[in-house]
Each structure stands twice: as structure tokens, then as C-alpha cells.
């Protein structure tokens, strides 16, 4: 069973926008919270924005003021809204539910 699905990648222009989209399945009952982390090939997971049940956000320093996550805690999903794109963006990026959950991970290519 999934339990976490993310949507949204795919491959944009330098200075362009995207939006990424992740569910949480009924199955975990419970959000506390919910963060998008990225890898790039040869690179280590890196935490990209995270987000609590409180409200609480956190975001890597290389996508302040770019990026931004929200959530929506009835529907159990969050979203990253991806402006400003640059070409050193571009990696896998997985949705996380709880320090625990991961999604597959959808792609995010930033090329012209």
C-alpha cells in the first residue's frame, strides 16, 4: 500500500515555476509533520522545506525565498510551490510524512 504519493515533477525553464503536490494515505492517521527533502545525483538527501501540524516552517538555505510549502492537515497533503527555478534545483524530490514516511519521489529537471 502507498502510503505517501507525490506528484507535480517534471522539467521547466531556468526562472520558471512548479509545484509539487503530496499525499498522505488514510492509513496514517495522524500528521505531525510533513517535509520535502531532494537528492541530486552524487549527492547526499538534502531537507528542501518542512512544515508542522502547528504551522511551524523550515526551509534549506539554498530555496529561502524561492520556495514555499503550506499544508493542508484535513486533507493530509502538503505542496511546494517552486519559483525562481535554477538548474542546481534539479534532483528527485521526495515527500516525508512524519520523519518516518517516504514517497517515491518524482523529478525535477531545471534546463533550458
Known amino acids: 500500500q502507498v502510503q505517501v504519493a507525490e506528484s507535480g515533477g517534471g522539467l521547466v525553464q531556468p526562472g520558471g515555476s512548479l509545484r509539487l503536490s503530496c499525499a498522505a494515505s488514510r492509513s496514517i492517521q495522524l500528521i505531525y509533520s510533513m517535509a520535502w527533502y531532494r537528492q541530486a545525483p552524487g549527492n547526499q538527501r538534502e531537507l528542501v522545506a518542512s512544515i508542522t501540524a502547528g504551522g511551524v516552517v523550515a526551509y534549506g538555505e539554498s530555496v529561502k525565498g524561492r520556495f514555499t510549502i503550506t499544508m493542508d492537515k484535513g486533507k493530509k497533503t502538503v505542496t511546494l510551490q517552486m519559483s525562481s527555478l535554477k538548474p542546481e534545483d534539479t534532483a528527485v524530490y521526495y515527500c516525508?510524512?512524519?520523519?518516518?514516511?517516504w514517497g517515491q519521489g518524482t523529478q525535477v529537471t531545471v534546463s533550458s
Open positions: 516525508n510524512v512524519n520523519s518516518f514516511h
